[in-house]
T-cell receptor
Framework: GAVVSQHPSWVICKSGTSVKIECRSL??????MFWYRQFPKQSLMLMAT?????????EQGVEKDKFLINHASLTLSTLTVTSAHPEDSSFYIC???????????FGSGTRLTVV | AQTVTQSQPEMSVQEAETVTLSCTYD???????LFWYKQPPSRQMILVIR??????QNATENRFSVNFQKAAKSFSLKISDSQLGDTAMYFC?????????????FGPGTRLSVLP
């Protein structure tokens, strides 16, 4: 079935540094990738929608300069958390639509801890 | 804007018994999809079941079935013969039908514990 590979699965970084999270669709082309953020014991909140070859669309309240999204190819979308701060610590999950019967597949998530 | 509500933050059930998780939603759309996703401790989101709003017949997937009441905007999940592996967070989710590539709107989740 359709698989989205998300890396890294966890990362610890120092305040002020940048971290890149990658999501790759392994056996299908993902024209659209969604990036969600999940705080502990909370639900998934959409951060942005990434379309291949165009600028990402950010949800209200999400800082586009802090959360840089690049979707340069049909199989790769990246989220870069720039100048990370402890409040950016969270679980980040990507999701892509597959072309099979309205299927959506999720990456395995990235736990980011900023110290 | 669409909203999804899950009124049960936590539930527990004995192994082999049946449990029902509640979900209500609010939308002005007529065509949409509803989903139940499971998130075990691994945090991987796993699709449990999907319902198209235009279908009157309730979706079923093995031990999982839904009670979809469109007029009441209710979409409950019934898990029969509960197994220890069903222990997880369960999220109800809504998606508009309009265009290819819609995002999910998730409910706050229900933490289900299956007890031995």
């Amino acid at each position: 079935g359709a698989v989205v590979s998300q890396h890294p699965s966890w990362v610890i970084c120092k305040s002020g540094t940048s971290v890149k999270i990658e999501c790759r669709s392994l056996d299908f082309q993902a024209t659209t990738m969604f990036w969600y953020r999940q705080f502990p014991k909370q639900s998934l909140m959409l951060m942005a929608t990434s379309n291949e070859g165009s600028k990402a669309t950010y949800e209200q309240g999400v800082e586009k300069d802090k959360f840089l999204i690049n979707h340069a190819s049909l199989t790769l979308s990246t989220l870069t958390v720039t100048s990370a701060h402890p409040e950016d610590s969270s679980f980040y999950i990507c999701s892509a639509r597959t072309r099979t019967n309205y299927g959506y597949t999720f990456g395995s998530g990235t736990r980011l801890t900023v110290v | 804007a669409q909203t999804v509500t899950q009124s049960q933050p936590e539930m527990s059930v004995q192994e082999a018994e049946t449990v029902t998780l509640s979900c209500t939603y609010d939308t002005s759309e007529n065509n949409y999809y509803l989903f139940w996703y499971k998130q075990p401790p691994s945090r991987q989101m796993i699709l449990v079941i999907r319902q198209e709003a235009y279908k009157q017949q309730n979706a079923t997937e093995n031990r999982f079935s839904v009670n979809f009441q469109k007029a009441a905007k209710s979409f409950s999940l019934k898990i029969s013969d509960s197994q220890l592996g069903d222990t997880a967070m369960y999220f109800c989710a809504f998606m508009k039908h309009e265009n290819y590539g819609q995002n999910f709107v998730f409910g706050p989740g229900t933490r289900l514990s299956v007890l031995p």
